[in-house]
C-alpha cells in the first residue's frame, strides 16, 4: 500500500494545535470546537479537520474535541512521547543560545552533545549545566555512543556541508541546519532549513508594501 504523503505544512500546524491544546488545558478547557480552535490559531475551521482527517477521525460532531485526549493524539503523531537525543554542531554565539533553549527539553528534545571546530574557545558557560565540548572529529564516535538521533547544524555556511556529511555518517537521519547553505544530504535524510536572515528578509518584503499611516 502506497503510504500517504503528509504536506510540511500540515506537520507545522500540528504542532500550532498541539501547543493551543496545552495552552487550553492549561485553562481547564475540557472541550473545544473546532470553531473555537481555529480561531486561537488564527485558522479557519474546515483546514483544521482537513489536518486532523489525515490521521483519523477525532471529536465528536456536534460537541467538539476532548482537549487532553487530542493533544495527546497529536503528541504521538507529532513522535513528542518520548525524548529525542540531540547533537549540536557549532558552539559559538547561536550554539550557545540553542543550548540554553528550555524549550526543547518541554518538546523531549535533548542536547546530548555539542561539537565544534574549535572546542577550547567554546562559549558555553562552564557551570556543569550544559555538555562539554567536543571537537567536530568525535562526532561520529560520540553520536553512536551515546546514540543520538537528530543533528543540528549552527556553524558557518562554508563549514554547514562538511559537517552535515559527518551527521550523515554517524548515522543521523533528521537535520535541523541553522547554517545560511542548502544541504546536499541522501535522500533518507531528512533536513529543516532555519534561515533567520530569510526569514527577516520576507517581513522585510511585507513591511515595505504597507501603505504608509
Not at 485553562?27 to 488564527?42: F, K, M, N, P, Q
Amino acid at each position: 500500500m502506497k503510504r500517504l504523503k503528509i504536506p510540511d505544512a500540515t506537520v507545522r500546524r500540528l504542532s500550532d494545535y498541539a501547543r493551543m491544546l496545552d495552552q487550553l488545558d492549561e485553562e481547564g478547557i475540557r472541550i473545544v470546537s473546532s470553531d473555537t480552535l481555529a480561531s486561537r490559531c488564527g485558522l479557519n475551521p474546515a483546514q483544521i479537520r482537513k489536518d486532523l482527517a489525515y490521521f483519523g477521525e477525532f471529536g465528536v460532531r456536534g460537541v467538539g474535541y476532548r482537549v487532553r485526549e487530542l493533544k495527546e493524539n497529536l503528541k504521538g503523531i507529532l513522535g513528542v512521547t518520548h525524548t529525542w537525543r540531540v547533537a549540536l554542531a557549532g558552539a559559538g554565539n547561536l550554539g550557545s543560545a540553542l543550548v540554553a533553549y528550555r524549550g526543547f527539553l518541554t518538546h523531549g528534545f535533548i542536547i546530548h552533545a555539542v561539537f565544534d571546530k574549535y572546542p577550547e574557545r567554546a562559549k558555553l558557560p562552564r557551570n556543569g549545566r550544559f555538555p562539554k565540548v567536543l571537537g567536530l572529529d568525535r562526532i561520529k564516535t560520540e553520536i553512536r555512543r551515546r546514540g543520538i538521533q537528530i543533528g543540528i547544524i549552527a556553524v558557518p555556511a562554508e563549514a554547514a556541508q562538511g559537517v552535515a556529511e559527518r551527521l550523515v555518517g554517524a548515522g543521523i537521519f533528521g537535520i535541523l541546519n541553522f547554517a545560511p547553505v542548502r544541504l546536499r544530504v541522501p535522500k533518507h535524510v531528512k533536513v529543516k532549513n532555519v534561515d533567520l536572515g530569510s526569514e527577516l528578509e520576507s517581513l522585510s518584503f511585507f513591511l515595505s508594501k504597507r501603505d504608509t499611516p
